[in-house]
């Protein structure tokens, strides 16, 4: 199968909704109508507040999760199949690794082959190459035989990093790779990306609610609050189109902008999803729950 | 041969081989699956099922399903296996249903399961009353039996039939875990990615508790239900204070393991112990034993 005629990532029309858990509770509309593509081999930037469905957009691209409406396609194929094909590397927002597990570096990278992998086969030469190769590639190579729990935040990331391409996937999913990384560090974590990137002929998603450190890693920028608004280059992204994707939390960064509450209702429709910059309140952008 | 007829054979040369075999088999099969016990937090588990198996020999009893003859022995380990999969695998679905609190569903399981057995045992006893005297006094006497056996264990009572099944099982459960061991290890160690991965966490979790629940049933053969999760935690436990390298730390885990049992056997034949207590207290010294190398090398450092 020519994987090259299509898309790396086709949105479709997609909602989520996370039913109700339980009596006392509703079910929770995570995304809404949200259709978007990555081509192959861009940098994609899916900027929102928290609850602002970038999670479940992640779950969704990993199939992880069946969009209720909608579909998605992974190089053309269902997300299952494209994972289950090892086309997909994956880093988690956090690392909840049991770090006190007897295991080496070279160990936890070898499981980014673990699809590719047969139960009875044992690691051959590709795989010890490819393993020996993404740990290069993010300068792990000298910490190969420490035991993971050993490691420095950074160096269990990168760590992670290597794992996710050892299995030499297509397509990178980062889940907001630098909370807590200073701008310095994220500009280096930017060029990191972007070696991957060249290296590997990568396609990368790089999820995050961190307005500065999307600049460094993305080349295009979806801006996600349940529905879709804004999908362009960096530069197009104005003060004026994060505030309405932040609702007032970012009014304070850019000036005193007013949000229509009334505009809430335009995230309803589905024509708005794109470029149309539709306004949210509060109530409808930041509090719906990132359901686990 | 039969419980009676082993009691009535020579009881100064009593067959120790199929004990001997089957004691060592289990410890090996505990020494594997108690590494990712102890990494994995699933002790507790191990508990709920050992605990949740009385329910399944209650339900044997009400059958009519005694362990006195070889067959009921066989019938009725047919049984107590297939209710500690279905205790397993509850304990797993609970544990998604209650939002990951595992605690709870052990909780609930472990404590249905046995009230379900004594309930089913007084129900069988009722039920014998109403037979010829005589044959309701046998029953009840064979059903004091039987849970003495099911909650402190009678390894002696073990024949080349019985050890021979034990032994075929504990095999069993150890190819699947070697040919699965990658998998298992990558879910053990970052469940909430295998996903990502392409692994299917509920699929190979629901694996592992079946694995578990067998070698759970393994494990009460030699030292009965309260004892049994013991022997599927401590040699794991104990490899893991002396290395820090996965393939050393199974290595160890086994070796202490079937030492604990060998060092157990030894003392209870001679000291005439309990065979399967006195394997869990060795092997419980084994532990505090890498315990203290622990500390000592820590300090060398």
Known sequence: ?????????????????????????????????????????????????????????????????????????????????????????????????????????????????????????????????????????????????????????????????????????????????????????QQRFGKMIETLQSELGLTVIVVTHDMRAIAAMADRIACLSRSLHFHDAPQGLTPGVLAQVFAHDVAGVFG????????????????HTIRSGCGCDEHDCSDQGENK | MNTLALLQSDVSSPSVAPVIFAAITIAILGGALSVFVVLKRLAFIGQGVSHAAFGGVGIALVLGVHGATTMGAIGQLAIVIAFSILAALWISALTRISKGRTDTAIGVV???????????????????????????????????????????????DTDWTKAGISIGFSLIVLMITWFMRRRFIFWAFDEPVCDAYGINSKRTTDIFLVLLALSVVMAMQITGVVLAAAILVLPGAAALNISNRLSNVFGYSILIAVIGAAIGMLIGFQADYPIGPAIVLTQSALYVVTLLMNKAMSRLR
């Open chain 2, 110 to 156: 472990l404590s249905a399961s046995m009230a379900l057995g004594f309930v089913l045992f007084t129900v069988s006893e009722g039920g014998h009353e109403h037979d010829d005297h005589g044959h309701a006094i046998e029953a009840h006497q064979d059903e004091h039996h039987i849970i003495e056996e099911i909650l402190f264990g009678n390894i002696l």
């Open chain 1, 1 to 185: 199968m020519n994987s090259d005629q299509h898309p790396a990532v086709e949105i479709d029309h997609v909602s989520y909704t996370y039913p109700a858990s339980g009596l006392d509770a509703q079910p929770v509309s995570a995304l809404q109508d949200i259709s978007f593509k990555v081509d192959e081999k861009t940098k994609l930037g899916v900027l929102g507040p928290n609850g602002g469905g970038k999670s479940t957009l992640i779950k969704l691209i990993l199939g992880i999760i069946v969009p209720n409406q909608g579909k998605v396609k992974v190089f053309g194929l269902s997300p299952t199949k494209a994972r289950a094909q090892g086309l997909v590397g994956y880093l988690p927002q956090r690392i909840e690794s049991d770090l006190d597990w007897p295991i080496s570096v070279e160990q936890v990278v070898a499981f980014g082959r673990i699809s590719k992998l047969k139960p009875w086969q044992r690691l051959g030469k590709n795989d010890l190459q490819s393993i020996q190769h993404a740990m290069e590639l993010v300068d792990v190579l000298d910490l190969a035989n420490r035991h993971i729990g050993s490691l420095s935040g950074g160096q269990l990331q990168r760590v992670m990093i290597a794992r996710a391409i050892a299995g030499n996937p297509k397509l990178l999913v980062l889940d907001e790779p630098t909370v807590g990384v200073d701008i310095a560090g």
């Open chain 1, 256 to 271: 005193d902008i007013h949000i229509d509450a009334h505009r809430a209702d335009e995230c309803e429709d589905p024509s």
